[in-house]
């Protein structure tokens, strides 16, 4: 039983795409890419007067276009095999010799792979009263449009250049104000001719229009001015050569509207037509000057949003930068480059520069003893808020950084900092909703002398490991959580660990935030959007092929390697260990007073093998003895430490049992000190590591005391000093700089 409202099979049959067409009231004509007729239907028959199947052999030309409009049709296949649309009108002589006006339109037709094998034409005959006014209105719908898809200056006005020649002008120049100065942005001209040296002004030029000058009165008064016909009337020219070249390309009448938004004057848009084509009407009108005065509205509502993008693009970048390193340090042992690239704006979405900016960081930190801090972080979300919370979590790492304890450690101290920034919020009853930002963060400590790797993860991308052309993830067993999300009870220790690894020698890191591999797909792109594991087996293969290359050669490389635009903000950072081995001595000795003048000798006679200045190797030795002399005598009144005592004959009361004789100097004479000597290009560093506990300070000495001046000397002769908590005690470490303080 059929249901009401279905379609009979007789119905049904009428209704596929061929009778479709038999029956439109509209001409449609299919070509190839060669501009060959394949197909039309019998409305188009009608229109053009021909009779007949399409052989594939006539061409677009053969429908009757006259042939002063044979360059309007040439425009036509040109725009739309490039993927475009377009409208226009031809005249058109039919079979019979009549000639009637017809209006088209041109889509790309498209293979379902996405390519464009031919156009589809659709036209109707238009009447010349209305033709004109529907034309113009919608070229004015056309400039909106594409207005509306770019922030950018340049490409905003290229734009309406493009839109307005070749068909409503041969000739449009754009100028703005500058610092009180009119300076020409935009040049365009019909079928690509360009202006003879020496003649009119090229992009860039500043303009100036003497007084009197049609563009002169446009800006003074604030209102489109029309030049309808040159012939009939005359004005001063802004040089010999601008009025050279107007007689030579025969100017026949031009529109100057300013370009004004908020009383404020932005510029000029200047329109000509010429004989360099051949046109219905070489002139314009008072319709045509109200027409170009509702685009240069447009127009300047347009500038005015770009210039206020790019004026609050630049102040967050600067920002942003800001908040970065503004310079690199010079460290032993590795090359560095880094990048920053902010995304690219969501114009459609109305975002503005809240898209510009974000959490991305990067930062390389010295550390005690040519020790380097490498760090890559990044803050969810964008906009200022983000950058905000991401300077003052690079600061705070920083700070914790210098107390040199393990990157576990260190990322266990952001992650509660992390929470002290978050702003506070409260619900309707008060109960604290307050939610900390979520922060992704990989923290490095690299030791280029013993090329030793220590990391700590928080839910960060694992590094890129370059080794002999081939690129692999960093293996990283422990990722703990991001920043900022850890569970209430759990203690920071128990999310964050340490792990450690030996880069072979040429080795090489890349860091990066997700911006890299997260990129938003090609607008012509076709198909899904490559997931992140894909787009990163694309950049490993191509970083394969430049291994070798310098880093800062990887690291622009890096930018480009994966294919889309910039969808988040991006960091990148690219270290690599050097090949050859740098200069170290160590060695252990017992920490006796006679000591003291051996490890000076020790000192003593490696700098010399250095080729440390005399003057610098003296001091350095000198405040060794200070160092060390400081380790001995704070050796002997160090806490015993714990240890499993093994007595001969029956168990002692307890408070005998640790009254044994001999035991203290016993403990006392198994107390050791090592000195490690380093040689950099610019500094040496000696540390001096014990088994006590307790770090050293400074203490202020009076007249009459023994000592409490060692570390004073240190503080003042070297140029950085510290100590920091080791495994088995601590490490005492001054730096002496080779070349002077």
């Given at each position: 039983m059929r249901r009401w409202g279905d379609l009979s099979q007789d119905a049904d049959d009428h209704l596929t795409a061929g009778s479709v067409l038999d029956h439109a009231e509209m001409a449609v004509v299919v070509t190839d890419r060669f501009s060959n007729v394949l197909y039309w239907n019998p409305f188009a028959e009608q229109l053009f007067g021909r009779v007949g199947v399409p052989s594939g052999r006539e061409s677009l030309m053969s429908l009757g276009i006259m042939e002063k409009d044979h360059p309007l049709a040439v425009d036509l296949a040109k725009h739309v095999l490039r993927g475009g649309v377009w409208e226009g009108t031809f005249d058109v002589v039919r079979g019979d010799g009549s000639v009637i006006y017809v209006r088209a339109q041109a889509v790309p037709l498209r293979h379902p792979s996405g390519s464009v094998t031919g156009i589809v034409i659709t036209a109707r005959e238009a009447m010349r009263s209305n033709e004109r006014e529907k034309d113009r209105f919608g070229l004015l719908e056309r400039i909106g449009e594409r207005l509306a898809g770019s922030l950018y200056m340049e490409e905003?006005?290229?734009?309406?250049?493009?839109?307005?020649?070749?068909?409503?002008?041969?000739?449009?120049?754009?100028?703005?104000?500058?610092?009180?100065?009119?300076?020409?942005?935009?040049?365009?001209?019909?079928?690509?001719?360009?202006?003879?040296?020496?003649?009119?002004?090229?992009?860039?030029?500043?303009?100036?229009?003497?007084?009197?000058h049609y563009a002169d009165t446009a800006l003074r008064r604030q209102e489109t001015i029309l030049v309808e016909d040159f012939s009939q009337v005359s004005y001063p020219a802004p040089s010999e050569g601008a009025a050279r070249v107007c007689g030579e390309v025969g100017m026949t009448s031009a529109i100057v509207a300013p370009l004004c938004v908020r009383g404020e004057t932005l510029g000029l848009m200047y329109l000509g037509m010429s004989n360099l084509t051949d046109r219905r009407s070489p002139h314009y009108d008072t319709f045509d000057r109200d027409f170009v005065g509702a685009i240069a509205t447009r127009v300047a509502l347009a500038v005015d949003n770009a210039l206020l993008f790019e004026e609050e693009r630049h102040t967050a970048e600067s920002f942003q930068k800001h908040l970065l390193p503004r310079e690199l340090p010079s460290l032993d042992g590795l090359e560095i480059a880094v990048r920053y690239y902010p995304a690219a704006p969501l114009a459609s979405h109305g975002q503005g520069i809240q898209t510009q900016v974000g959490g991305d960081w990067y930062d390389v930190i010295p550390l005690s003893a040519g020790r380097v801090g490498i760090v890559i972080g990044d803050v969810e979300g964008r906009g200022a808020k983000a950058a905000a919370v991401m300077g003052q979590l690079r600061a705070a790492l920083r700070a914790f950084a210098q107390d040199d304890k393990p990157p576990?450690?260190?990322?266990?101290?952001?992650?509660?900092?992390?929470?002290?920034?978050?702003?506070?919020?409260?619900?309707?009853?008060?109960?604290?909703?307050?939610?900390?930002?979520?922060?992704?963060?990989?923290?490095?400590v690299y030791?280029?002398?013993?090329?030793?790797?220590?990391?700590?993860?928080a839910g960060h991308a694992p590094p890129l490991l370059i080794v002999d052309g081939n690129v692999t993830e960093l293996d990283i067993h422990e990722v703990g959580q991001p920043l900022g999300v850890r569970a209430s009870g759990m203690h920071a220790d128990l999310v964050y660990k340490e792990e450690t690894r030996v880069l072979p020698p040429g080795a090489t890191l890349l860091l990066y935030t997700d911006g890299l591999v997260d990129r938003r797909p090609p607008r012509d792109a076709e198909g899904a959007a490559p997931s992140d594991d894909e787009t990163l087996g694309v950049l490993c293969?191509?970083?394969?092929?430049?291994?070798?290359?310098?880093?800062?050669?990887?690291?622009?490389?890096?930018?480009?390697?994966?294919?889309?635009?910039?969808?988040?903000?991006?960091?990148?950072?690219?270290?690599?260990?050097?090949?050859?081995?740098?200069?170290?001595?160590?060695?252990?000795?017992?920490?006796?007073?006679?000591m003291v003048s051996e490890a000076r000798r020790m000192a003593s006679e490696a700098f010399a093998g250095w080729q440390v200045p005399d003057e610098r190797a003296e001091l350095a030795c000198l405040l060794v003895s200070e160092v060390v002399t400081n380790v001995v005598l704070h050796a002997a009144s160090a806490s015993v430490p714990r240890r499993e005592l093994a007595l001969d004959g029956p168990p002692l009361p307890f408070d005998e049992s640790w009254d044994v004789p001999g035991f203290e100097e016993e403990i006392a004479g198994d107390k050791e000190f090592t000195l490690r000597l380093r040689r950099g290009k610019e500094s040496i560093w000696v540390e001096v590591f014990d088994q006590d506990l307790r770090l050293p300070r400074i203490r202020s000495a009076g007249e009459n005391d023994e000592g409490g001046r060692g570390l004073y000397l240190v503080d003042q002769l070297a140029r950085r000093w510290g100590s920091r908590p080791t495994r088995e005690g601590k490490a005492v470490w001054f730096e002496i700089p080779i070349g002077g303080r």
């Open positions: 905003t006005l290229n734009r309406v250049a493009e839109m307005l020649v070749p068909q409503f002008a041969d000739h449009c120049f754009i100028e703005l104000v500058e610092s009180d100065r009119l300076v020409r942005k935009v040049s365009t001209h019909v079928h690509g001719w360009t202006p003879p040296p020496d003649t009119w002004k090229p992009v860039g030029a500043e303009i100036r229009y003497p007084s009197g576990a450690d260190i990322l266990a101290r952001l992650d509660e900092w992390t929470r002290v920034v978050a702003a506070p919020e409260r619900d309707d009853f008060g109960a604290d909703i307050t939610n900390p930002p979520i922060v992704t963060c990989q923290y490095m030791d280029a002398w013993s090329r030793q790797l220590s990391f700590a993860n293969e191509k970083l394969a092929k430049i291994s070798n290359d310098p880093v800062e050669r990887i690291a622009d490389f890096a930018t480009v390697a994966v294919p889309g635009e910039i969808d988040d903000d991006m960091a990148i950072l690219v270290v690599r260990s050097v090949g050859t081995e740098l200069e170290l001595e160590e060695r252990t000795f017992p920490a006796q007073p006679i």
